[in-house]
């Protein structure tokens, strides 16, 4: 395992071979399903995305992650929730190429990259934008250009590791071929349940709605 703390442009961390060569192979088998699934379904998010949370927690080696860096206070009522990411071949860009701040009910974020072998990884970006995210669902995007961007780059087995806090703005995007990503995040329930206007990205973003049938 091969674990490396970086600042620029904001705390994150990147280990490379957490999971055996073992359990990479049973992830890589599960993520062929799951790209199978989605060439013969087509079903895609509104943001163009596959996405399919799964109820098992597949990626308890992650879980420790959280406390190697900073976070924003949060309550007791923390769910882990994970799911398969497909992005297709192509054109595909998150936010439509707009670097964006999650959500405030979210706290720690884990990327692990799959498939393909190569691809394009996570744009970290230095925006001057107001980094300020409102309570609950919302997350915030920007059109402000960035004064600079930084790739944690594609590797198979790598995962990028952030806890979400002001100005950590981010994109991705994909290559000519699909990005097959597992990732996990953990919620503080009581800021997301406790809204009384969603966020309309609701409709874009299904894991808000995947959270509040869960709870």
Known sequence: MDLRHYDDPFPYITVDNLLTDERISEIEALAQIELDTYHSTGELTSMGKYVRYLEEDILPETNFLIDLLPHRPASNNIKKIIHWCICPAGEFTSSSGRPHLDPIAR????????????????????????????????????????????????????????????????????????????QSFLVDIDKLVNVDEPWPSVKKSNWIDYVRSTV
């Open 107 to 182: 706290i720690h974020t884990n990327t692990l990259y799959v498939y393909p072998n190569e691809s394009f990884g996570t744009m970290l970006c230095k925006n001057d934008a107001p980094s300020y995210i409102p309570e609950g669902d919302q997350s915030q995007l920007t059109d402000n250009p960035s004064e600079y961007e930084i790739e944690i780059p594609w590797k198979k087995n790598r995962i990028f590791s952030i806890n979400c806090m002001d100005g950590m703005w981010h994109y991705f995007k994909s290559s000519d071929k699909p990005r097959i990503t597992l």
